[in-house]
């Protein structure tokens, strides 16, 4: 009798932690004691590994079986484990080389007959293991892609707890998988918003170089319309003029995905910007994160770097809009359980979409609204004032007559045109951001922004003047500064002037010009 390890990953958020999974055989009564605080799925791993050891041809041990998963303090959840337990009870019952499993982690469940199967989270453990040393990865079939994203790891591929024995023993290797195809290297996909293209979009025009604005610098947009304007048609459309994202920000996007178990069929890393709109009966778990079992994350995670959209957004609960306020200005969720603490990076564009009142018939002139001045108020009030104060652009929609719809048809810019002006806007400000941990002007710190962002001397008087009619708060002025900031790059300027001032507090105020 022995003692032997092998090695594994928990995750706690999309951080990847190395375990250790020791296996004890004594002298003793038959049992199977699992120590190391498991959760639920994992106490029953006990059956499923037993059950799929014999399946394999493999003899289960008549002795007293210990199992400990260390660090013993971290909290470990779900299936995941179930290959390296299995191996670490061989290699301890001398059916396998006791130093077989060194330098390598099993990541896969087990099924009753053997098989393994696929587990989310791949990525993220894969990346903790090259971290943690383990130049040498097994996973399922299912999950070989996904691992082979990380560069300079060896992932073995087994379709069943036998050909990993068989190997372990010397035998042949399964065969390893194949890296995907890399960005570049073959024809791009399609992005996830299908095929969308901002000339549909017709009339609107301040409304589309709104969009224009928060696409370059990654600011949030609100947009007040009657239906049928083109609120959800422009939101839509804004990931169809947002940059590839950069190789560090495609594996964090994969990274969230993978803990989601969201990731595409493609198997690689996704490198266009996600969009996602959860429906206003959305619970606050599902748009910041969490859960009763293992913590998930939500739509403000899964939209990072990417475009979250909320339509029909007074209808949402107002404490599930308001838990967006943190993650708005962090750029991360954090959710806080009394075993542990998971973050999930939350860096996303926020568009929310209204209709003026709740019989949605309100237009310029109110024609055929029956909705009183208060219950208006009172629709747009479960918009609360500090969510909104963290709206950098406010537009204010108007329905589109024929005559602004045929003149568009023939001067409309489609999402290409518009893409180019914002990857030109963006490279200015990459130049500008060189050096700082910042990649957009919406990033910028306040105090950074008045220090060494500053726009032209005398440029901000229209701002100022606002402050003091109390129309903007100090977080607003900070705001209108990073949005002058994205139009003068639009534009080529170096520094912003009083007219792209005048511009920002116009959109912030959601005034038309």
């Known amino acids: 009798m022995a003692l032997a390890r092998a090695h594994s990953v928990a995750l706690v958020g999309v951080k990847g932690h190395l375990i250790e999974v020791e296996a004890d055989i004594a002298q003793g009564l038959p049992a199977t004691i699992l120590v190391g605080l498991p959760d639920t799925a994992l106490r029953e791993a006990r059956d499923r590994i037993r059950a ?22 971290l909290p470990k959840k779900g299936s995941g484990f179930d290959v390296a337990i299995a191996i670490a ?30 587990v989310p989270g791949v990525l993220p453990a894969v990346v903790a293991a090259m971290a943690g040393g383990l130049e040498t990865v097994v996973v399922a079939v299912g999950n070989a892609a996904e691992a082979a994203l990380v560069p300079g790891v060896r992932v073995i591929t087994a379709g069943s707890l036998a050909e990993v024995a068989m190997w372990l023993r010397g035998g042949p290797a399964p065969a390893p998988a194949s890296p995907p195809d890399q960005p570049g290297a073959a024809p791009a996909p399609e992005p996830a918003i299908g095929h969308k293209d901002l000339a549909e979009v017709l ?4 409304a589309r170089k709104a969009v224009e604005i928060c696409a ?27 940059p590839r994202l950069e190789p560090a920000a495609a ?14 069929d493609s198997g690689g890393l996704m490198t266009d910007p996600p969009f996602c709109a959860p429906h206003h009966t959305a ?35 107002r404490d599930v809009l308001d838990a967006l306020r943190q993650p708005l200005e962090a750029g991360e969720v954090v959710i806080a359980r009394s075993a542990m603490c998971a973050t999930f990076p939350a860096r996303f564009t926020l568009v929310l979409a209204a209709n003026p009142c709740p019989c949605a018939k309100s237009s310029s002139g109110g024609a055929g609204c029956g909705c009183s001045p208060a219950t208006k108020r009172r629709y747009l009030g479960r918009l609360s004032g500090p969510l909104l104060d963290r709206v950098d652009v406010k537009v204010q929609l108007l329905p589109v007559n024929r005559r602004e719809m045929l003149y568009d048809q023939r001067f409309i810019e489609t999402s290409a045109v518009v893409a180019e002006r914002v990857a030109a806007a963006r490279e200015r400000m990459a130049r500008r951001l060189s050096g700082t941990p910042w990649r957009l002007n919406a990033e910028i710190p306040g105090a950074e922004l008045r220090r060494s962002f500053a726009p032209q001397p005398g440029a901000v008087r229209p701002l100022e003047r606002a402050m003091e009619l109390g129309q903007v708060s100090a977080r607003g002025a900070d705001k209108i500064v990073r949005v002058a900031w994205s139009v003068a790059d639009l534009a080529g300027k170096p520094r912003p002037c009083a007219d792209e001032i005048n511009v920002a507090v116009s959109l912030w105020l ?3 010009r």
């Open 283 to 317: 619970s606050k778990a599902a748009i910041v994160g969490g859960g009763s079992g293992i913590i998930r994350p939500g739509a403000a995670s899964l939209a990072h770097r990417g475009v979250l959209f909320l339509d029909e957004a007074p209808e949402f609960q």
């Open 203 to 206: 009339g609107q025009s301040e």
């Open 216 to 242: 370059a610098g990654g600011h949030n947009l609100s947009l007040l319309g009657p239906p049928g304007a083109g609120k959800t048609m422009l939101a839509e459309r804004l990931p169809t003029i947002l």
């Open 251 to 264: 594996l964090e996007v994969t990274s969230i995905h993978s803990v989601a178990g969201t990731l595409p």
């Open 89 to 118: 009870i061989l290699a301890a019952a001398s059916a396998l080389p006791v130093s077989s499993p060194a330098g390598i982690m099993f990541l896969a469940e087990l099924g009753l007959d053997g098989c393994l199967r696929p």
């Open 510 to 512: 959601g005034v038309s």
């Open 52 to 73: 799929a050891i014999v399946n394999s041809g493999e003899k289960w041990p008549q002795s007293k079986i210990t199992v400990g998963l260390s660090p013993a303090s």
